[in-house]
């Protein structure tokens, strides 16, 4: 009977080693990389915090602790989306104006300098006689070309959105036109075998071989974008985080113009990366990171 009881529990032995092993959700690796990316910025901010709560309670001091930021500014953080009309709203009706500003001129930017940067790159009449003029312009301060687009639009809305352009525009015709130039001979060789037309060469040639070099020159634009929109919103008002901003130093509210500005951060720091996810998507992870 025992040899029989065996033999039988010998399948049921075998089913079970022959099941796989399930895999932890979480493994020791993936928790060692998580501690390596968050314990060293998480450490650094603690640092920051605590040092800021001493230097600004002495008597005295011209900027607020962090935890009378906090208690001062509370109504705006914990109410973000309040809208009483006009320009008393939330800070997130604030952020989404800008946000709004920065796509609509970004976007412009993008294709104008995109388009620009491959004539230059191209053809080198075009980069002998436009280069000169955009080394010139590129760098005036993006605030000079405010009263000069309020005059030219007679309002804030198109006068602040031609400042993100203007101020975005000169990176992504850089970064193309050099992308363009470094596109190696082998490639043209193969679209001449091919007798690809100019679009061809231009979708399937250029665009994907200088793409790392319009990512990165995308991802200096946005950010100078967004300095920009923050800037020109204190002169022309209306809603918008720079004019929150400049509203509540005119009131002196320091500690809300402080939680602005670390909002200001945030956002600028999520619009980067969401740029270089895009890139990396495009280029399959040849973008500079």
């Known amino acids: 009977m025992a040899n029989t009881s065996t033999i039988a ?3 049921t032995v075998a089913k079970a080693a ?3 092993k399930r895999a932890p959700l979480v493994t020791m690796a993936t928790l060692n990389t998580i501690a390596k990316n968050l314990i060293p910025p998480v450490v650094v901010l603690v640092a920051f915090l605590v040092i800021w709560e001493l230097l600004c309670s002495r008597p005295g001091a011209g900027l607020p602790p962090p935890s009378r930021v906090v208690t001062e500014a509370w109504d705006i953080i914990a109410h973000p989306f309040y809208d009483n009309g006009g320009t008393d709203k939330g800070l997130f009706w604030h952020i989404s104006a800008s946000i709004q500003r ?4 970004f976007a412009l930017a993008t294709v104008v300098g995109i388009l620009v940067g491959t004539l230059i790159g191209q053809s080198e009449w075009a980069m002998r006689g436009l280069d000169p003029i955009f080394q010139v312009l590129r760098t ?10 309020l005059a030219a639009f007679r309002d804030g809305q198109p006068s602040a959105i031609f400042v993100i352009f203007i101020t975005s525009i000169w990176p992504i015709i850089i970064n193309t036109a050099v992308g ?8 043209r060789n193969v679209s001449a075998v091919l007798r690809l037309n100019p679009l061809e060469f231009f979708s399937k040639i250029m665009l994907p071989s200088a793409a790392p070099y319009i990512f990165t020159g995308l991802r200096i634009g946005v950010g100078l974008s967004w300095l920009a929109i923050v800037a020109a919103e204190m002169l022309i008002g209306g809603v918008g985080i720079g004019f929150f901003i400049w509203d509540a130093w005119n009131s002196s509210h320091i500690s809300e113009i ?3 500005l670390v909002y200001v951060g945030i956002i600028g720091f999520i619009l980067d990366r969401f740029v270089a996810f895009i890139g990396n998507l495009v280029t399959r992870g040849t973008a500079t990171a």
Do not use: E
Not at 102 to 105: E, F, H, I, R, S
């Open 140 to 149: 005036i301060p993006p605030l000079a070309w405010l009263p000069l687009s």
């Open 18 to 20: 022959a099941r796989p």
């Open 102 to 105: 920065v796509a609509l001129g």
């Open 9 to 11: 529990a010998r399948p």
């Open 180 to 187: 363009i130039r470094n596109i190696p001979q082998d490639y």
């Open 258 to 260: 402080i939680v602005a």
